[in-house]
């Protein structure tokens, strides 16, 4: 197992191009990885790596190693999880990615439920508005929205991934009204910035006839975090583009309100991702189930539609 150790750390470190990535994605310290990859070298007589202070590259050796063992990680890693069921109960670490709202809104109030029905199943669960690459950054199961499925994925959808125009009562009473979409240029936006390109996405509004319109907010507030442009608009700030998720409990307690309720964003599909094996761990099946069962119960996919 030891030796399991020093090449997981030798192929996550390769994937990622520095120790201290891969450290934070398996939750060791830069050092120890460090550490087990010099092993691998001194075990295998070869060295995996160029180093410097600033790079990390593969040598020749290092890469043809890389292409033999990265299957066979995944595959023993399956395996190992597994065996952790064989007594007939899901069983295991459980990791799993998703929004830091989201997550505390939606999915953490289900953690006391899900562990009663499946103690043997230990959480650890990562909070990050970001796709994830589960298979480099080994992760079980990811939840998320607009974006692409990449090969070796799979996803259940959870509802759509509509955003919607909001803003306060106050910021309303005060500002002319909005009737049309060009009377979005005379208000102030709160608008989310990408984490991963830094930019505020050109999201095109629909309506149920299938009509389009641009988005011609003044860029007057950024946020990075989708909880916070709800949170600035119910300061009566400006008027905010927020996904549904997000602003369903402010549209609830009447804190914010829709602009222009025919229209709104089409941001594909939320949906619950997991790699796609003939084999899924049991520990990851279930965490799939439960979720996709709570979301019918609770008719999320109906109430995160915009058309509602």
């Known amino acids: 197992m030891e030796t399991l150790s020093s090449i997981e750390c030798f192929v996550r470190s390769a994937e990622a191009g520095s120790f201290s990535e891969a450290a934070r994605r398996l939750g060791l310290t830069s050092a120890a990885v460090g550490k087990n990859v ?3 070298e001194a075990s295998v007589g070869v060295r995996l790596f160029h180093r410097s202070t600033r790079h990390l590259a593969l040598t020749e050796a290092g890469q043809r190693f890389l292409a033999e063992v ?3 990680l995944f595959a023993i890693q ?3 999880a597994h065996l952790g069921s064989a007594g007939g109960e899901p069983a295991g670490t459980l990791r799993v990615s998703m929004g830091n709202s989201f997550g505390l809104t939606y999915i953490v109030p289900l953690l006391d439920r899900f562990l009663k029905q499946y103690p043997h199943i230990s959480p650890d669960w990562h909070f990050d508005n970001r796709p994830v690459d589960l298979i480099s950054e080994n992760f079980d199961a990811a939840i998320g929205g607009g974006f692409d499925i ?3 994925v799979v996803a259940r959808d959870l509802g759509p991934a509509h955003r919607v125009l909001v803003a306060s009562p106050r910021y309303l009473d005060q500002h ?4 049309t979409p060009a009377d979005l240029a005379h208000c102030d936006g709160i608008l989310v910035r990408s984490p991963q390109t830094g930019r505020v996405r050109a999201w095109p509004l629909r309506n149920r006839s299938g009509q ?3 988005i011609q907010l ?9 909880e916070a442009v709800c949170r600035v608009a119910e300061m009566g700030l400006g008027i905010g583009l927020a996904s549904m998720p997000h602003a369903l409990p402010y549209l609830n307690d009447g804190k914010l309100s829709r602009v222009l309720p025919d229209w709104y964003v089409d941001g594909g599909m939320l949906a619950l991702y997991f790699p796609s094996q003939n084999l899924l761990p049991a520990k990851t099946r279930a965490f799939v189930d439960f979720v996709v069962a709570h979301f019918r119960e609770q008719k999320l996919a109906q109430r995160f539609s915009a058309l509602g």
């Open 150 to 152: 990449s090969p070796g």
């Open 212 to 214: 389009q319109a641009p």
């Open 176 to 179: 002319p009204p909005v009737k």
């Open 218 to 226: 003044r860029q007057h507030i950024m946020m990075s975090d989708p």
């Open 70 to 72: 990265s299957g066979g």
């Open 38 to 40: 010099a092993r691998l």
């Open 78 to 80: 399956t395996a190992v």
